[in-house]
């Protein structure tokens, strides 16, 4: 049996498969997230391993009704949550609140980052203030006492791995949402983090995602009940998706659709494309990268729609969009509630809804919620395909790929067929279980390990409505943001924007 760990923004979620890749066991805790001031997005990382303890008992106590013994579990893999900044003294205590991936303070750090030389040919990236070491410009430049006791730099599931074995590891698709790391290379650029005053001594050692980093110490394994198997080095959480669906090969491509989305492409070779803000990365196999776009909410859209208009949840919300259907001339929506990655790099972007009327429902709210996010995941297809690498048909997975009429919906937007695999909705976990199993057995192969989970459905995009998106309402859409982008400033930066 195989653990796999998976920090995420909402929840921590722990699942164990069996050597055949079968999931026998699942279990999630919840997290939260403080946002103290505008564009601010923190967690406490002592949250992080009190829901991962209970994820995992859970998950065990699970596989023990299931008559399946803790001690089974041969390996544990990680994933998490990227770009967070998780600042250690040397006594390894925490010294704030870690800097999470949809923190927006540092758009100033950002422009500072780009002036180093070279900085796009290392990074494969834009800086943007989600990634994190500008996280660490902005704390040395606001709070150079905390900055000046930085022992470590740790990504967020990587302290999960210290409090579990005792070693600082990361691994290769993680540590290249940095911005620190020589993306091509593999390596951590000299360069970059001096830029951001640390070298690598503040830094973990990097591994490939299917290497062991180390054992569970006793204290833990005791305390689960389980032996002190190998710990896997993982993957960051898109990259570990794609693994537990088998998106792991030249060509193949995935949508996840969770707090945020993502468009993610494998690539045999170091691609990049930072003019149009989509992320190069390393995957989490040896030799294998992969570039993506990213929205910053998707899923997370429906949460504040469903707030907004007084859905009990999510699925009702979904229920009623699909009853009313959507109309032509419906609202739009921007889905930037907290700014921007692919392709616009926009912090302080903000989301809004155009073109109300008086005969506007709240069921017309939510078709142009989900509309809005399928426009936003299309800008972000069309720039990864720009830079040539072109997917006949994509994965789709995560907590939005439940609903068959958002999922559809998203097929006719993006003009390609979306396919949903069994797994799909266990997500990252599933990848880092896979992991798991390729560090505990290093004989296993690739094409055993992480196979395509077999298919559940397929949505076909309708042609006519395929042409309808691109041609009418996705212009629309881009003229929205240009035109509102200069007001998400000025109000950003305080201007007084009232009539003269």
């Given at each position: 049996m195989f653990?796999?760990?998976?920090?995420?923004?909402?929840?921590?979620?722990?699942?164990?498969?069996?050597?055949?890749?079968?999931?026998?066991?699942?279990?999630?805790?919840?997290?939260?997230?403080?946002?103290?001031?505008?564009?601010?997005?923190?967690?406490?990382?002592?949250?992080?391993?009190?829901?991962?303890?209970?994820?995992?008992?859970?998950?065990?106590?699970?596989?023990?009704?299931?008559?399946?013994?803790?001690?089974?579990?041969?390996?544990?893999?990680?994933?998490?949550?990227?770009?967070?900044?998780?600042?250690?003294?040397?006594?390894?205590?925490?010294?704030?609140?870690?800097?999470?991936?949809?923190?927006?303070?540092?758009?100033?750090?950002?422009?500072e980052l780009e002036r180093v030389p070279h900085f796009r040919d290392i990074t494969g990236n834009l800086a943007m203030p989600g990634f994190t070491a500008p996280k660490l410009a902005w704390v040395r430049k606001h709070e150079s006492g905390v900055f000046d006791r930085v022992a470590k730099v740790l990504l967020p599931k990587d302290y999960l791995r210290l409090l579990m074995t005792g070693d600082y590891v990361t691994d290769a698709s993680d540590a290249a949402g940095t911005l620190w790391l020589d993306v091509a290379r593999r390596q951590w650029s000299d360069e970059m983090l001096a830029a951001t005053g640390l070298t690598r001594a503040n830094m973990p050692e990097v591994r490939e995602g299917s290497q062991a980093s180390g054992r569970l110490r006793r204290d833990v394994a005791e305390r689960w009940g389980i032996d002190a198997v190998p710990v896997a080095a993982g993957g960051g959480d898109n990259a570990a998706g794609a693994v537990g669906v088998g998106i792991?090969?030249?060509?193949?491509?995935?949508?996840?659709?969770?707090?945020?989305?993502?468009?993610?492409?494998?690539?045999?070779?170091?691609?990049?494309?930072?003019?149009?803000?989509?992320?190069?990365?390393?995957?989490?196999?040896?030799?294998?990268?992969?570039?993506?776009?990213?929205?910053?909410?998707?899923?997370?859209c429906l949460d504040f729609t469903a707030r907004l208009t007084g859905y009990a949840d999510v699925p009702s919300l979904l229920a009623d969009g699909e009853s009313a259907g959507l109309r032509e001339d419906g609202p739009m929506f921007l889905p930037y509630l907290t700014g921007e990655r692919t392709p616009h790099n926009d912090a302080h972007a903000r989301g809004s809804f155009t073109g109300l009327g008086p005969d506007t429902e709240r069921t017309d709210l939510v078709n142009a919620t989900l509309e809005g996010v399928g426009l936003g995941l299309l800008d972000g297809l069309l720039a990864v395909e720009s830079t040539g690498l072109v997917a006949d048909e994509i994965t789709v997975i995560g907590g939005g790929s439940r609903s068959a009429y958002w999922t559809q919906m998203l097929a006719d937007i993006l003009g390609k067929p979306l396919v949903l695999r069994r797994g799909?909705?266990?997500?990252?976990?599933?990848?880092?279980?896979?992991?798991?199993?390729?560090?505990?057995?290093?004989?296993?192969?690739?094409?055993?390990?992480?196979?395509?989970?077999?298919?559940?459905?397929?949505?076909?995009?309708?042609?006519?409505?395929?042409?309808?998106?691109?041609?009418?309402?996705?212009?629309?859409?881009?003229?929205?943001?240009?035109q509102l982008k200069p007001i998400f400033s000025d109000v950003a930066n305080g201007a007084d924007i009232r009539p003269s």
């Open positions: 653990l796999g760990i998976d920090l995420g923004t909402s929840s921590v979620k722990a699942v164990l498969i069996d050597e055949e890749g079968d999931v026998r066991a699942t279990a999630s805790s919840p997290l939260d997230v403080s946002h103290p001031r505008p564009r601010w997005s923190e967690q406490d990382p002592a949250s992080w391993w009190a829901a991962t303890e209970a994820a995992v008992g859970e998950a065990l106590r699970a596989a023990e009704r299931a008559g399946i013994g803790r001690r089974r579990v041969s390996g544990i893999g990680l994933s998490g949550q990227m770009h967070g900044a998780t600042l250690l003294d040397s006594a390894d205590r925490v010294l704030r609140p870690a800097i999470l991936w949809n923190d927006g303070r540092s758009d100033i750090e950002c422009a792991v090969r030249h060509g193949q491509a995935m949508l996840s659709l969770g707090t945020s989305g993502v468009y993610f492409a494998v690539s045999d070779g170091f691609r990049s494309r930072p003019e149009q803000a989509v992320h190069s990365f390393c995957h989490a196999l040896p030799d294998t990268w992969h570039l993506m776009s990213v929205m910053l909410n998707a899923a997370s799909g909705e266990v997500g990252p976990a599933l990848g880092a279980a896979r992991l798991a199993h390729l560090a505990a057995e290093p004989g296993a192969t690739l094409d055993q390990v992480c196979p395509m989970p077999g298919r559940l459905a397929v949505r076909e995009p309708d042609a006519a409505r395929h042409a309808y998106f691109r041609e009418t309402r996705h212009p629309l859409f881009r003229r929205l943001y240009k």
